[in-house]
Structure formats: C-alpha cells, structure tokens
C-alpha cells in the first residue's frame, strides 16, 4: 500500500543502520527552516522573447495570480470554524502513547490577497492534583495561538498542496513547537514541573529533520483527520500523531480513535485488490495539476504471514503503466516493505507510511515520500502522499480515491 507516485523512482533501497550517522540536514536548515524555496509557478523568462511571447507570458501571469488567491480563499473556506476533536500520540510501532481533547477556533480577516486565517487551539487539561474535583466541574481549557497562515507563509513555508475538490492538502511546518506544546500543556498540565514526564510520554525533537502534515476530509461527515509525520533530525521517524476532528461547538462529543482492533484485525481492512484514481500536484499555491492516473493496487498474506504488494499505474495523458512489487513483513503494527520503506497501523481504519531510513535516500540523491491511508468505511479509502525531493523539499502531493473490488 506504500504509494505510487508517477515522479518517484522506487528502486530497491537495502536497510542499514548508521551509529555515528551525521545531522540529515546542517543545523541551520533544522533551526530555521528558512531553507525552503517557493516552487516557482509555471512562468517562462522573459529574456530575449518577442513582444508575443511576452504578452502571453505577462497573461499567464495574471492568470497563475488570480487563480492563487482563489485557491487561497477556497482553503481558507474549507477550514473555517470551530472544531471538536481529540489529539493522539503513537509511537513508531503504533502504540497509542497518549490522547488528549481538543479545540480548534479558525476565522480569517482582510481581503484579496491581504487574507489571513487565524487558529487557536484549545486543549483540555487534566485535574488538578492540588485542588477538590467537586461533581459536575468544568474542565479546564488551554487557548495556544498558532501562527497566522496567509498568501506568504503557505507559498514560502509551508508549501501547502490543497486539492479543493477533493478537500485534501498537505503542510510542511517551520518548527514542532506547536506539537510540543499539546503534549506539554494537554499531557503534563499545570502540575509540570519540568522534572518528570508521565510515563511513555514522549517530546518532539526540537531539531526535527521534517514536520510534515497531511490531512484527508471525510466523505461521510464534516470530519477530517490530520496526520503528523515527525521526523527525527537523523531521518527516522520519531512520532505519528493525529488530530480526529469534527466541525461544530462544544456541545457534541469528541471523536476519537478506538484501540479495540488487533493487529491481524487492522492488516485485514487493507488486504485485496483496490481500484482508483490519483491526482497528483505541484507544491505551493500556484500548484496546478500535473499528472493523473488510474490506479490497481493489491496486498496478499501468503500463509507464511508475508505480505505481497502489487501497485500499477497508469498515466491517463501519455498511456504509460508502471508496476511495483514490494515484500513485507508484519511485527505487531508495523510493516517492514523490502523497498525500504514502513507502514505503521493505526486505530480507526488508518496507516502512515515513510522510508525506514531517509538520511541514506538523501545521501543516495534520491525522491522520498510520506503518507497518509484513511478507510473510514468497509472496501473505501483515500490516500494522501506527500513527495520530497533529494535536498528534502516538498515537490508535490498525491490524493487517491480506491474502492475495493
């Protein structure tokens, strides 16, 4: 189930292990996360054109602009609200570490271009240990401010890749401080005193190689799911963490995900031959559409429990297939794949998927991805993958929709 995506390469890629393994990325790229570059808009130089050539380039132009503030609007459109959910923490294996309730408040203010959304994230504290839990009392809330997103921040920073139609995208953060702060306000509470953590709790790094969220829309409810892939600054993965959210005030209840399903339960939702379609986009808020496909994709278990993978491709412009096939292992949760690359199975119809090892596919100068499966209903799923290039920059993102046939 480890996506295809048409501009990735999937060569075999051997696992090994590095003791001494430098930083993936120069402390500066971890500190800042200034390094990241706007993927440029499809725009020719204007060097040399003729008046012509210029005029259709000036044209385009304005289309790619207008068009960015529309898809702009329309993000902002899809997030806007107050949100019911809960947090969830799970280790690399898939075990739930924690869970906390939450509430997001999304508005926006200005116009045109000069737009900007505003989030503050709500999270509920446990009792106080100190103080006399009297029947029927109010829990306590938490407010954290997240960073303003505008035109300039999902374009530079974030690198944002918003499906509209299918109400999908995917984020690159600056930092985990957010994250750090749910689990240190929501976890530990006020009783902190910076001396001892709860048991099996765990903090970011606060030098993550990537942060990375992709976030997949019900096609039943007005829920959604945002997933976290946090990134150790060695290239391993560190945490997965989830946001199970749905639209509307205070007065409904929390979603949550169920930890009822065992292992053999949760590889078994997954298992068969899915059919769909992929539509792939160039990261930033000029990213249009630049491939599509149909899409076979099958996971056996032989009856020595491995897993056989088989994904085909097929691009609906240039009627090119490509095929992939990938032998994996099950340990509890986790799914080891031949190619180098891990699955961890989640509660409530979810995995994630990432390289094993991401510091040797930077070395070896080649394309990565990371990504999100939602099965929210028996035999239909969605699939949203996030692609990086060699230098670690978001390049593109990839929604599938499968049904199982």
């Known amino acids: 189930m480890a996506s295809l995506c048409n501009s990735i390469s999937f060569t075999s890629i051997a696992k090994s292990s590095y003791p001494n393994r430098p930083l993936l990325f120069p402390p500066k790229f971890l500190n800042t996360f200034q390094f990241a570059r706007s993927i440029p808009a499809i725009r020719s130089s204007k060097t040399g054109a003729t008046n012509s050539t210029t005029f259709q380039q000036e044209d385009h132009k304005t289309n790619d602009e207008s068009m960015s503030i529309d898809i702009l609007h329309r993000f902002f459109n899809l997030n806007l609200g107050k949100w ?9 294996d898939g075990r739930l570490l924690q869970k906390v309730n939450t509430k997001l408040s999304v508005s926006s203010y200005g116009e045109d271009e000069l737009i900007s959304l505003i989030q503050s994230l709500y999270i509920e504290q446990p009792p106080s240990s100190t103080s006399i839990s009297g029947q029927g009392e109010e829990p306590e809330w938490v407010e954290y401010k997240i960073k303003e997103t505008n035109m300039f921040t999902v374009d530079k920073y974030q690198q944002i890749a918003f499906f509209p139609n299918e109400k999908a995208f995917s984020l690159r953060y600056q930092t985990a ?7 240190r306000q929501g976890v530990l ?6 001396e001892e953590s709860p048991k099996n709790l765990k903090l970011p790094s606060r030098q993550p190689s990537i942060v990375c969220e992709n976030c997949l829309y019900s096609m039943e409810k ?3 799911v945002r997933a976290f892939h946090i990134m150790d600054p060695k290239g391993f993965l560190e945490m997965l963490l989830i946001f199970l959210e749905e639209r509307g005030d205070g007065f409904i209840s929390h979603p ?6 065992d292992s053999k339960g949760r590889i078994s939702q997954f298992l068969g031959k899915w059919k769909g379609h992929s539509v792939t986009k160039r990261s930033g808020v000029y990213g249009a559409t630049i491939a599509e496909a149909d899409t076979v994709a099958s996971l056996e278990m032989d009856d020595k429990g491995q897993l056989i993978q088989d994904i085909t491709s097929t691009s609906d412009v240039c009627d090119v297939t490509t095929n992939v096939h990938w032998m994996g292992t099950m340990s509890n949760d986790l799914v080891l794949f031949d190619g180098g690359y891990q699955m961890t199975l989640l509660p409530g119809g979810m995995y994630m998927g990432c390289p094993t090892d991401i510091a040797k596919i930077i070395a070896e100068s080649k394309a990565f991805h990371l990504e999100l499966c939602w099965l929210e209903a028996p035999g239909k799923r969605q699939r949203l993958v996030r692609t990086y290039d060699a ?12 049904v199982k046939v």
């Open 84 to 92: 019911t959910g809960s947090f969830h923490q799970f280790d690399v």
């Open 189 to 194: 509470g006020e009783d902190d005193t910076g």
């Open 222 to 224: 007005d829920r959604r």
């Open 177 to 183: 401080g957010m994250l750090e702060t749910v689990l």
């Open 391 to 402: 230098e670690g920059l978001a390049v593109s993102s990839t929604y599938f929709t499968e």
């Open 256 to 261: 949550s995900l169920g930890s009822d399903m």
